[in-house]
């Protein structure tokens, strides 16, 4: 039998919107292809791709006869039974073109499974989804952690499955006391132009319970100047994608639900390749981004270091961005700064350093948006 929380409804990981079983496509087990031995004893009738009716879902939801599978009703994709009673928290994590995107989406989940589960008790699941885990370990985990090179960029038109994994906190017991269902999309942002791939997004974005939004610094005039004259040689063809993206998720979030005001998702900002702004010289020498959060070594949300993070940040980015681009971020009610090295160091090309990939500060943007939900707890000295 399947299992609901007190509302009987679960938040769908692929659409973000809170459903209940009536919402989704649902099939069993009995008298499918395959299984013709098997017949329904209430000889509920299904259509000829084995959906069930929508007059006989509730009986068969019962049923404790069958294995049933139900499916975001939008992509018939599986939903995995696990999220089906799961607190979600939902994240869009998002960036514009050569931010790093797919780099960081495959440290941060390896970060998560090796730094972060010992001091916060958690755990996240792998084994969720086949398809899930799948796709971690061909589009990011072999390439970075097992090849020594750089996760390939999405390209325009290609569709990676999303990322589906539960996080379960427990006790002192180890007993489970709070899971949070994370789903990560990662999609290139000239997908937005793709009209499929909007009609997603739009739900992806105005459902999430908050932002990672990727920005590469190498794109910000100020910083190009700064880093060619210090003698880096390596920056990327200039885009302005990001304002792009920003114009995009806020026109999205507004029409969608209606926002006349500042938008009340949190939204984290984040500085990548804060490796080659340490290496030419661009980040102050006292600069908290050059060492490691606090955050792991204390197994909470550290505010005084968070603070200390987000106001060196803001001192940075007044001297890095120009006003159009802060008029954007100030239509969020609720906004922070993060600087994050993925990799460590600059890659050669696609290979990453031969000693090895260092990443600074991965975990610090999802663990604000944990402590926003009160999934960590907080520390404010």
């Known amino acids: 039998m399947l299992f609901f929380g007190k509302k009987n409804t679960f938040t769908c990981p692929y659409c973000y919107a809170e459903h209940s079983v009536a919402d989704c496509g649902l099939k069993c087990s009995y008298n499918i292809i395959g299984n013709a031995d098997k017949k329904c004893k209430f000889a509920v009738p299904k259509d000829q791709d084995g959906w069930i009716p929508l007059a006989y879902k509730k009986k068969c939801i019962d049923c404790k006869e069958a294995a049933k599978q139900l499916f975001c009703d939008e992509i018939k994709k599986e939903i995995p039974i696990e999220f089906l009673s799961m607190k979600s928290l939902p994240i869009a994590l998002l960036g514009a073109k050569a931010s790093g995107k797919s780099n960081y989406i495959g440290v941060l989940i390896n970060e998560i499974k090796k730094r972060m589960t010992a001091p916060f008790n958690c755990s996240l699941s792998m084994t969720c989804s086949k398809e899930s885990k799948e796709a971690y370990d061909e589009w990011y985990y072999r390439p970075l952690f097992v090849e020594g090179r750089t996760a390939r960029a999405t390209d325009a038109g290609t569709e990676v499955p999303p990322l589906i994994f539960p996080l379960r906190f427990m006790d002192k017991k180890n007993k489970i006391i709070n899971t949070a269902a994370l789903t990560f999309y990662d999609t290139a942002g000239e997908n937005l132009d793709d009209e499929n791939v909007m009609h997603r997004f739009n739900r992806y974005i105005t ?29 990327p063809e200039q885009n302005k994608d990001i304002y792009y993206v920003l114009d995009i998720i806020i026109k999205v979030i ?16 984040v500085f ?14 006292d600069s908290c981004l050059k060492e490691e959060s606090e955050h792991i070594k204390r197994g909470a949300f550290i505010k005084p270091d968070f603070e200390n993070t987000n106001i060196q940040m803001q001192d940075l980015i007044e001297n890095w961005l120009d006003a159009d681009l802060i ?27 031969s000693k090895g990939i260092k990443p600074r500060r991965v975990l610090d943007p999802l663990l604000w948006l944990l402590a926003e939900n009160k999934y960590v707890k907080i520390l404010k000295e």
């Open 254 to 269: 507004r029409n969608v639900k209606n926002i006349k005001g500042q938008i009340d998702i949190p939204l984290a900002l």
């Open 272 to 285: 990548t390749k804060t490796d080659v702004l340490d290496q030419y010289n661009i980040l102050p020498e």
């Open 207 to 235: 459902n999430a319970h908050g932002i990672i939004l990727l920005l590469d610094p190498l794109q910000v005039p100020n910083i190009r100047n700064k880093l060619t004259a210090n003698g880096f040689n390596s920056l």
């Open 327 to 353: 008029g954007y971020i100030k239509q969020f009610k609720q906004y922070s700064f993060f600087g994050v090295s993925s990799l460590g160091a600059n890659p050669n090309g696609t290979k990453t350093d």
